[in-house]
């Protein structure tokens, strides 16, 4: 069943200067996202990826389609709708360095979403608990400060604001691309893990094919503001049918210094209209 439904979405940004036209950076794309799917958005910085991400939380404000969520338009809803649907629908952010206030320890961060959803101080403090545990963190966690963690530990602490509420829907802008390698791989077996646990879907944004490919069960591809491509992951991770999806894919890196050069040459060779 379709939980998210993006139809013809435009966004435009304000131009540059004094009577400067404005600027689409989004061309009429849609795309939807089913109950418990993980649907992968996939381009280079400029994309308009982000901006996609951002419009279906409300930071942005499109200039023309529409976004359904339950089939409810929520494209242009209030402040207080907006507080609502933030129940329903949360965010991981890119930077675990800085989407976590320094100054709370990680049980006031983690329960802070929980009491201003109405839940009692002492039901957000359980709720804390098995949030932590669900994310493989140590019970003390809730006493300590961000700083006291490494990048990976807070972009689970991160990960587990966001279920706080019991989410449908996940954005999930970049969230491993400030990791390194092996924290990458650790922190998404957990998205796919907790997916399975709640049946939480994810719309998870990101610039790198290699990742996607572990996490979505389908990928659309993004090209100066156009949707070029969509299908399977296993189809447009690995036999991508446009130009632009076959760059993205020749500059995944690999461990053969020979074959990587043989795809740098492909790939400054392949020309995208």
Not at 70 to 95: A, P
Not at 139 to 157: C, H, I, K, N, T
Request: hydrophobic letters at 40%; proline letters at 5%.
């Amino acid at each position: 069943m379709t939980l998210l439904e993006i139809s013809d979405l435009r966004v435009s940004f304000p131009g540059r200067g004094w009577r400067a036209k404005p600027t689409e950076v989004l061309h009429g794309v849609s795309l939807d996202v089913g109950e418990g799917e993980t649907l992968g958005l996939v381009g280079e910085s400029g994309s308009g990826k982000t901006t996609i991400g951002r419009a279906v939380l409300g930071l942005v404000k499109p200039s023309g389609g529409d976004i359904l969520f339950q089939g409810e338009n929520i494209t242009h809803v209030g402040v207080r709708e907006r507080r609502r649907l933030s129940k329903d629908i949360q965010v991981v952010f890119q930077d675990p360095y800085t989407s976590l206030n320094p100054s709370l320890t990680i049980g006031d961060i983690l329960a802070e979403p929980l009491v201003v959803q109405g839940a009692t101080s002492r039901d957000a403090r359980a709720r804390v608990q098995t949030l932590l545990d669900q994310v493989g963190l140590p019970s003390d966690a809730a006493e300590r400060l961000p700083r006291e963690f490494s990048g990976g530990q807070r972009q689970r602490v991160a990960i587990a604001r966001a279920l706080a509420p019991g989410p449908k829907l996940i954005v999930c802008d970049e969230p491993v691309s400030a990791l390194d390698l092996s924290t990458q791989e650790r922190v998404l077996k957990l998205f796919v893990e907790i997916q399975r646990a709640t049946g939480v879907a994810y719309l998870f944004i990101s610039h790198d094919l290699s990742v996607v490919r572990h996490i979505s069960h389908r990928v659309a591809v993004l090209y100066r503001g156009d949707l070029v491509e969509t299908g399977s992951a296993a189809k447009v991770t690995a036999d991508p049918d446009h130009a632009y999806t076959k760059r993205l894919l020749l500059a995944a890196p690999v461990a053969d210094p020979a074959r990587q050069l043989e795809r740098r040459e492909a790939r400054k060779n392949l020309k995208v209209a």
